[in-house]
T-cell receptor, first 114, second 112 residues
Framework: NAGVTQTPKFQVLKTGQSMTLQCAQD?????MYWYRQDPGMGLRLIYY???????DKGEVPNGYNVSRLNKREFSLRLESAAPSQTSVYFC?????????????FGPGTRLTVT | AQSVTQLDSQVPVFEEAPVELRCNYS??????LFWYVQYPNQGLQLLLK??????LVKGINGFEAEFNKSQTSFHLRKPSVHISDTAEYFC??????????FGAGTRLTVKP
């Protein structure tokens, strides 16, 4: 099992450019999440998808869009990147049932917007 | 909505000494509680979790945490730390079927 995979690992964008961060999980989890991590602020939820076909806003959704392509894949799109979106982005998945409620995290994408 | 406060942003400690990383939460409903560890340039790994039952939870790498409902706390402890425990530690809280909220993190530095 690869667990949760993310691409790319690193990306540099100019202000105004767009890009899509890809995430896939092979654990057959229903729920998937996108977070951003900034120094001293922990992880903040951008969007989540409780199940295939549904998406909901988290704490900091402005400037982002998501697509739950199928049960395995959940992508995050920046339509017009801004320097404030410089961050490390993590995708996670979970089952949210029975005795398993923890989230499993990918290795992250380091994004710099200049 | 639930929230998490990690009371120490940095904790320096000498090798083989005990350590406690403090976490308080607030929520109007029952919650699940978690501790995650993040090593440099990596994602988060689960250390331990509290869902229900015994309030003392044991996790990986010799860590344990105690759920205290009256004090709304979930402090993480280890009786003797190693250099390899140097990392950032995150406390998190979630409602069933809802999203998870993380604390700001505690950077544990173990010195020789």
């Amino acid at each position: 099992n690869a667990g949760v995979t993310q691409t790319p690992k690193f990306q540099v964008l100019k202000t105004g450019q767009s890009m899509t961060l890809q995430c896939a999980q092979d654990m057959n989890h229903n729920s998937m999440y996108w977070y951003r991590q900034d120094p001293g602020m922990g992880l903040r939820l951008i969007y989540y998808s409780a199940s295939e076909g549904t998406t909901d806003k988290g704490e900091v959704p402005n400037g982002y869009n998501v697509s739950r392509l199928n049960k395995r894949e959940f992508s995050l799109r920046l339509e017009s990147a801004a320097p404030s979106q410089t961050s490390v982005y993590f995708c996670a998945s979970s089952e949210m049932s029975g005795s398993s409620h923890e989230q499993y995290f990918g290795p992250g994408t380091r994004l710099t917007v200049t | 909505a639930q929230s998490v406060t990690q009371l120490d942003s940095q904790v320096p400690v000498f090798e083989e000494a005990p350590v406690e990383l403090r976490c308080n939460y607030s929520s109007s409903v029952s919650v699940y509680l978690f501790w995650y560890v993040q090593y440099p340039n990596q994602g988060l790994q689960l250390l331990l979790k509290y869902l229900s039952g015994s309030t003392l939870v044991k996790g990986i790498n010799g860590f344990e945490a105690e759920f205290n409902k009256s004090q709304t706390s979930f402090h993480l402890r280890k009786p003797s730390v190693h250099i390899s425990d140097t990392a950032e530690y995150f406390c998190a809280v979630s409602n069933p079927l809802r999203d998870m909220r993380f604390g700001a993190g505690t950077r544990l530095t173990v010195k020789p």
